[in-house]
C-alpha cells in the first residue's frame, strides 16, 4: 500500500551538532517559533501534530517556522497517517547550547 | 566650551532588565555584531572606540548594528573628545540571561 499521508516526503532534519549558533539564535528569535517550542517543551514528544499548535498563522507560515525550527536542529518530525507529529530535540539541543532552551522557556511569551 | 565631539547627542541605550529575550536573541544572531560583541569582550571596557573594530562593513552599517546592540542591552557608550567609546554591558546582561554570552563568546567566529 502507497503512503497515505497528506504530507510529502518527511523533510531534512539537521542535528543540533552541526547547527551554528547564530542560526540557533535566530531560529528562537521570533515570537512564532518561541510560542512553538513552549507548547512542545509543555507536551509529550510525538503528541503535537503541526496543526495542533495555538499560534496565530497561516499554513504556509507554519510550515516556514517548522522549517526553521529543523534547520536549527530544534524540532524533529515524524508522519504517522495523515499527520506529521513533533518532538522537541530537547537534550540534543541542550548538550549543543547549554541553557539556551531554558533561558527561553523560563521567560514568559 | 561647547562639546567639539564628531557625534552628536550620546544617544539612548536600553538596560538588559528591560530587554525582551526576542531582543537579546536576534541581537546576537548575526555575525558581524557576534564579532562586535566578541572584540568587546575580549577587551578592557571603553579601549574601543567604534571605528577600530575588525568587521567588514561600512559607517552606516556599523552605527546600525550598535544601535541594535545599545537596544538589547549589549553595549554602553560614552564619548570622550572625538571618540564614543563602547564597553560589553557583560555583568548586567549576564544576570538578565544567564549563560547567554558565554554561549556565544565560547563559539567560534
Same mark, same amino acid.
Given at each position: ?24 539564535? !535566530?531560529?528562537? !528569535? ?12 509543555? !507536551? ?11 499560534? =496565530?498563522?497561516?499554513? !504556509? ?18 508522519? &504517522?497517517? =495523515? ?5 522537541? &530535540? &530537547? ?6 547550547? =547549554? ?11
Amino acid at each position: 500500500m502507497p503512503d497515505r499521508s497528506s504530507h510529502r516526503a518527511l523533510p531534512a532534519h539537521t542535528h543540533p551538532e552541526d547547527v551554528p549558533v547564530e542560526t540557533a539564535l !535566530a531560529a528562537l !528569535a521570533d515570537p512564532v517559533r518561541l510560542q512553538l517550542v513552549r507548547e512542545l517543551a509543555a !507536551a509529550a514528544d510525538w503528541s503535537h501534530s503541526c496543526g495542533s499548535f495555538q499560534v =496565530p498563522v497561516g499554513k !504556509a507560515a507554519l510550515s516556514h517556522h517548522f522549517t526553521v525550527l529543523r534547520a536549527a536542529g530544534l524540532v524533529e518530525q515524524r508522519d &504517522r497517517g =495523515p499527520k506529521r507529529l513533533n518532538r522537541l &530535540r &530537547r537534550e540534543e539541543f541542550d548538550t549543543r547550547f =547549554p541553557g539556551l532552551l531554558g533561558l527561553v522557556l523560563r521567560e514568559e511569551g
